[in-house]
């Protein structure tokens, strides 16, 4: 799904670089969980494996162009503008030149949410919000999903909640999910496994192998 070899970047263009010849592959029906320290570029990561920044070397290969992105809900958009969750999702699909009327009611429907369907998005929690941020990302029936911090500024009930939903769409509707998170608790309840970030180099471990890990640094 997602192949990278020697991927080495920085904004400056120059040393010191965020990520230093790394690789890293992604296979179709993974959950993968990104974790680090703040700074240690994994936001940066998405937004190259996204297309919204460049390589200064190396490659990225998505073998897939039906993406969905839920960035942090705090950056994603200013909850005071009067816009209904159905104005919300059409001007989604605009951009992707999706004409499917039902595709409204399908997405908002699998996210439990199809009664806000005509609400103002600025009225609804932080759980509600999300919820309906990944209803939009399900436009187009991705084949991947990418989250930056799913449960940011989420209550406890509601993040359980969002994490079931996003489990269950990898499991049963077969989405890849890559998932940056500060919920580390989260990660390793729902993920099949965990890629670490430390000082521009990257690690994949599946759920039993980081538990081994962190039990023999403790």
Do not use: W
Not at 33 to 61: C, F, M, R, V, Y
Not at 99 to 126: E, H, P, Q, T, Y
Not at 147 to 173: A, C, H, M, V, W
């Amino acid at each position: 799904m997602i192949h990278i070899k020697d991927l080495t970047f920085s904004y400056t263009g120059s040393p010191p670089y965020l990520l230093y010849k790394i690789n890293l592959n992604i296979e179709k029906g993974a959950y993968v969980s990104i974790i680090g320290e703040n700074g240690s570029a994994k936001t940066t990561l998405i937004k190259l494996i996204l297309g919204l920044l460049h390589p200064l070397k190396g490659t990225i290969h998505v073998s897939t162009k039906k993406i969905g992105y839920v960035p942090q809900m705090m950056e994603t958009f200013n909850s005071q503008f009067p816009i209904t969750v159905s104005e919300l999702i059409k001007c989604h699909m605009k951009i992707l030149k999706i004409k499917d009327k039902a595709s409204v009611d399908r997405c908002l429907n699998i996210m439990g949410m199809s009664k806000f369907k005509n609400s103002l998005i600025g009225n609804l929690s932080g759980g509600q919000r999300q919820k309906i941020f990944i209803a939009r990302a399900l436009i187009g029936h991705p084949d991947l999903l990418i989250f930056d911090e799913p449960s940011t500024g989420i209550d406890i009930p509601s993040q359980k909640d969002i994490y079931k939903l996003i489990s269950n769409l990898n499991r049963n509707s077969s989405i890849t999910i890559l998932s940056v998170e500060h919920n580390l608790k989260a990660a390793l309840e729902n993920s099949s496994q965990i890629c670490t970030i430390d000082s521009g180099n990257i690690s994949l471990y599946n759920i039993e192998e980081y538990k081994r890990l962190t039990a023999l640094k403790n």
